[in-house]
């Protein structure tokens, strides 16, 4: 039996229900569920959570309903970080909670449209992340309570939402003031996974997409990653009838297990190695302790290098990107123009942070689909 099986017991640097620092509005305990899982339904029943499902991952609708949207993609994340979780003896309600919320705060057209956001608002002398933005949503953006503005969600999963894919010294000169979320701290291991778990979903994913669609094909994949070149081969070897589709896809399988088992293996070496006893050893740590071991950061780098060159940067794909980022700053410039444009909701908030503000903030909540229904509606003449 693995070394890693699911452990009954939380580890002592685990991050355990009773040690949160609750939510900034106080409320009563729940009956039934522990405060991490009414976070995590509380995402799953936001606005922003549902309008992942029109949000592009890498590829657009136009190309085909089997690829991965923003939301499948993280419903994929959310798995295998349940699994590596459960395998660790980490708190797997947090962690469900931040892999759920962790592309909340993606605009639409994946990371062309943050870009142009991010160029547009840096002229203001701002910017525009993702993970800010989520914050930004989960405290204030979401009406769905009487009694408080956003979600009410736990410290635990608002500081996962902002640092779990970059930690903060305290030093940056940001858009947003995320002092009081233990700037210059690691966050705790279960916020230290979501970003490595995001990257064994999509590395998998866009090969298994990028493949489907026929701008990626097998021997430039074989070609492209050692990793993958050795599981393809194994399977060949087990299922040498098969057709190229199914050993393609026994290959990715064998992909997510290979990177997962490496997470599960090496973060628990670091540990050990460590001392890592308590949850305050892992916040006060020089670095961070989720990670892969030697080899298979390597390997994992040389998959993300290849989708880099040449899926990410296809010209088909660059194509479309380019469309996306005049799309947006045309609709930008459209609201500029006249503020008063804007949905009544979005000009009330037009005194809170100035009108450029909020006309980022009502594009960046938009779907790819209703980004393009307003761009017809005004900006296509």
């Given amino acids: 039996m693995p070394a890693f099986v699911s452990r009954p017991t939380l580890l002592a640097c685990a991050f355990a229900d009773r040690a949160t620092e609750g939510r900034r509005?106080?409320?009563?305990?729940?009956?039934?569920?522990?405060?991490?899982?009414?976070?995590?339904?509380?995402i799953i029943h936001s606005k922003a959570f549902r309008r992942l499902e029109n949000k592009t991952q890498v590829f657009g609708p136009e190309y085909s309903d089997h690829f991965r949207n923003r939301l499948t993609h993280t419903l994929e994340v959310t798995q295998i970080a349940r699994t590596i979780s459960q395998a660790l003896g980490l708190n797997t309600d947090l962690v469900e909670a931040?892999?759920?919320?962790?592309?909340?705060?993606?605009?639409?057209?994946?990371?062309?449209?943050?870009?142009?956001?991010?160029?547009?608002?840096?002229?203001?002398?701002?910017?525009f992340d993702h993970n800010l933005h989520a914050l930004t949503i989960v405290e204030d953006f979401e009406e769905k309570y009487a009694s408080f503005r956003g979600l009410n969600l736990t410290f635990e999963v608002r500081e996962g939402i902002v640092k779990h894919s970059r930690d903060y010294d305290g030093s940056e000169d940001l858009y947003l003031d995320i002092r009081h979320y233990r700037m210059g701290q690691r966050p705790p291991l279960e916020a230290q996974l979501i970003d490595l778990a995001d990257e064994v979903a999509y590395n998998s994913a866009d090969l298994d997409d990028g493949f489907d669609s026929g701008l990626l094909k097998l021997p430039q994949v074989l070609e492209g990653s050692r990793l993958f070149r050795r599981l393809y081969s194994q399977a060949t070897k087990r299922f040498p009838r098969s057709s190229v589709k199914l050993r393609f896809r026994e290959a990715i399988r064998s992909l997510i297990d290979h990177l997962a088992t490496s997470l599960i293996e090496e973060t628990r070496r670091r540990l050990d190695e460590n001392s890592i006893t308590s949850i305050e050893t892992v916040r006060?740590?020089?670095?961070r302790l989720v990670g892969f071991d030697a080899l298979c950061d390597e390997m994992n780098r040389e998959i993300k290098s290849f989708l880099r060159r040449n899926l990410y940067d296809h010209p088909r794909l660059k194509a479309a990107r380019?469309?996306?980022?005049?799309?947006?700053?045309?609709?930008?410039?459209?609201?500029?123009?006249?503020?008063?444009?804007?949905?009544?909701?979005?000009?009330?908030?037009?005194?809170?942070?100035?009108?450029?503000?909020a006309i980022c903030n009502y594009i960046a909540g938009m779907t790819d689909k209703y980004a393009l229904y307003v761009f017809e509606r005004t900006c296509s003449e």
């Avoid at 509005?25 to 509380?42: C, W």
């Avoid at 799309?327 to 005194?351: G, M, N, T, V």
């Fill in 25 to 42: 509005y106080p409320e009563r305990p729940h009956p039934y569920r522990t405060e991490y899982q009414r976070d995590r339904d509380r």
């Fill in 284 to 287: 006060n740590h020089p670095c």
């Fill in 98 to 127: 931040l892999a759920l919320s962790h592309d909340i705060g993606h605009p639409p057209f994946s990371h062309e449209g943050e870009s142009a956001l991010d160029a547009i608002m840096r002229s203001y002398g701002a910017g």
């Fill in 322 to 357: 380019n469309q996306a980022r005049r799309l947006i700053e045309k609709l930008f410039d459209y609201y500029s123009q006249d503020p008063c444009r804007l949905p009544a909701r979005h000009f009330s908030r037009l005194s809170e942070n100035g009108p450029h503000w």
